[in-house]
């Protein structure tokens, strides 16, 4: 009987041994898998990014086109501590690069969602602007920047607070800050930056997420078409300043009521598939966003008519896919406060090719006299342009153009004059206009601006294939 007890025990023991194999395997499996997965959430929580010097692992990257050697240490000039960041912006002209910029990224990255504000203390040489602050600049795309625009700053230490839009998302951010600051009124001058850190402040509340300034818009549209939608974030911080944020298109979730229409990515980039009516909004940190895109397709864009395959010397093209074109300062020339002009600028992508679509329309101007050399178009005879108007014509709708020459200077332009007749509603027409037809213009030399008038009678249309011909 001890036998067959003792032989009962050493199977019970086997098995059991087996079982604690087992177990013991699979446990070790499990948590070796949770630890692989537990490794995204491991990230360093790290806080400071300059507090007497840079924190481990943080790199300092300016960018390309910018004062490689404005940022420096400074033992001098500090709010707290013994060192502070100085920041040397170039006057204009300065040939070690035009403005000061760059980015400070964390080799690895840091989870930042247990804080709500970037924060630090900040001083300048003088009353200034600071163009550009933030975080989430990693030159990878930036998914999560954020970026606090027109930071005023004095010669006496302030703190500025950067909220955080959606802390939630910050679980690996390499993009800990970045700058961007140009000359004030043409001259250079220093500003330092102290205690540069992420905090968990508590006191920031009351989230006002919003895309498209807050707007409810009205979109024409076509199949194929492009849009990016970008937001802001404000929050009500402890001061009670209301402090807004441009917040990257990341941070949102969207949603269309037609995907089969609009179908909008996580990225905030919309694309339209078929006719139709869409509706376009974003939510932020579980808050629904003020403003809204609704999307009205008008199915397949008629592409404008193709041009003739003219001799490039023949032509001095300003805006076509069928040319090489010239530089261009600006597609939309805006005189505040008289023009309402929307669009133009950059030309939006209709597919698969370039058009340019003007909005609000009562004048708008096309610019090559600024930073682009002008135009000499005194081998030229004629000026070719398509417009379509997309909307219904009335009796005394027009669109009239205008070219100037020596803009500003000894200046002289012409003008003429396009009826509803001459025009078309939702369809291309192609003018080709003697540039003898400008009565008044007289040099040709240095052509500057091209300009449409419509006086708001007509409201909207697409322009393509602008170009000097002989």
């Keep these: 009987m001890k036998n067959i007890n003792y032989n009962?025990?050493?199977?019970?023991?086997?098995?059991?041994?087996?079982?604690?194999?087992?177990?013991?395997?699979?446990?070790?499996?499990?948590?070796?898998?949770?630890?692989?997965?537990?490794?995204?959430?491991?990230?360093?929580?790290?806080?400071?990014?300059?507090?007497?010097?840079?924190?481990?692992?943080?790199?300092?990257?300016?960018?390309?086109?910018?004062?490689?050697?404005?940022?420096?240490?400074?033992?001098?000039?500090?709010?707290?501590?013994?060192?502070?960041?100085?920041?040397?912006?170039?006057?204009?002209?300065?040939?070690?690069?035009?403005?000061?910029?760059?980015?400070?990224?964390?080799?690895?990255?840091?989870?930042?969602?247990?804080?709500?504000?970037?924060?630090?203390?900040?001083?300048?040489?003088?009353?200034?602007?600071?163009?550009?602050?933030?975080?989430?600049?990693?030159?990878?795309?930036?998914?999560?920047?954020?970026?606090?625009?027109?930071?005023?700053?004095?010669?006496?230490?302030?703190?500025?607070?950067?909220?955080?839009?959606?802390?939630?998302?910050?679980?690996?951010?390499?993009?800990?800050?970045?700058?961007?600051?140009?000359?004030?009124?043409?001259?250079?001058?220093?500003?330092?930056?102290?205690?540069?850190?992420?905090?968990?402040?508590?006191?920031?509340?009351?989230?006002?997420?919003?895309?498209?300034?807050?707007?409810?818009?009205?979109?024409?549209?076509?199949?194929?078409?492009?849009?990016?939608?970008?937001?802001?974030?404000?929050?009500?911080?402890?001061?009670?300043?209301?402090?807004?944020?441009?917040?990257?298109?990341s941070y949102f979730s969207y949603s269309s009521t037609d995907p089969e229409i609009a179908r909008v990515n996580e990225q905030g980039v919309v694309t339209i598939l078929d006719a139709g009516t869409a509706r376009v909004t974003g939510i932020l940190g579980g808050v629904m966003a003020e403003g809204s895109i609704t999307f009205e397709s008008q199915g397949d864009f008629d592409a404008a008519p193709a041009p003739p395959d003219r001799d490039p010397n023949d032509v001095i093209s300003i805006f076509s896919d069928a040319y090489t074109n010239v530089a261009v300062d600006y597609f939309n020339g805006f005189w505040a406060p008289y023009q309402t002009t929307q669009g133009g600028s950059p030309p939006v992508n209709v597919g698969g090719g370039q058009v340019i679509n003007y909005t609000d329309l009562n004048f708008v101007g096309i610019g090559t006299f600024l930073d682009v050399p002008t135009i000499n178009a005194t081998d030229m005879t004629h000026l070719h342009i398509d417009i379509y108007v997309n909307e219904p014509l009335d009796s005394g709708d027009f669109v009239s153009l205008s070219i100037n020459n020596d803009v500003g200077n000894n200046e002289t332009s012409g003008t003429i004059t396009f009826d509803s007749n001459a025009l078309f509603a939702d369809d291309w027409v192609s003018l080709d206009i003697p540039l003898t037809d400008f009565s008044g213009l007289g040099d040709r030399s240095q052509l500057g601006l091209i300009i449409f008038v419509t006086d708001a009678t007509i409201s909207n249309i697409f322009v393509d294939n602008i170009y000097y011909y002989r």
């Design 8 to 249: 009962y025990l050493k199977i019970i023991l086997l098995f059991g041994s087996i079982f604690t194999i087992i177990v013991s395997c699979e446990s070790n499996l499990w948590e070796r898998e949770l630890s692989e997965d537990a490794e995204f959430a491991t990230f360093s929580p790290a806080a400071e990014v300059f507090i007497d010097g840079f924190s481990g692992g943080l790199s300092y990257d300016p960018f390309g086109d910018s004062k490689l050697d404005a940022f420096s240490v400074d033992d001098e000039v500090k709010y707290s501590g013994t060192a502070s960041m100085r920041f040397d912006v170039p006057s204009f002209g300065d040939p070690s690069g035009p403005y000061a910029g760059a980015t400070f990224r964390d080799a690895i990255g840091r989870d930042l969602t247990e804080y709500d504000a970037l924060t630090f203390w900040v001083k300048a040489s003088q009353a200034a602007t600071l163009n550009s602050v933030g975080f989430g600049e990693d030159f990878e795309g930036g998914k999560y920047l954020v970026t606090l625009s027109d930071v005023q700053v004095t010669t006496f230490w302030q703190k500025i607070i950067i909220p955080i839009p959606d802390p939630s998302k910050l679980n690996r951010e390499r993009g800990m800050f970045w700058y961007a600051e140009g000359p004030e009124d043409g001259e250079g001058y220093t500003f330092w930056i102290d205690e540069l850190q992420f905090e968990k402040l508590g006191n920031i509340g009351q989230p006002r997420p919003a895309i498209l300034d807050g707007v409810d818009v009205n979109e024409p549209t076509f199949i194929g078409n492009m849009y990016s939608i970008n937001g802001t974030q404000t929050f009500n911080l402890g001061s009670g300043l209301n402090q807004t944020v441009s917040a990257a298109p």
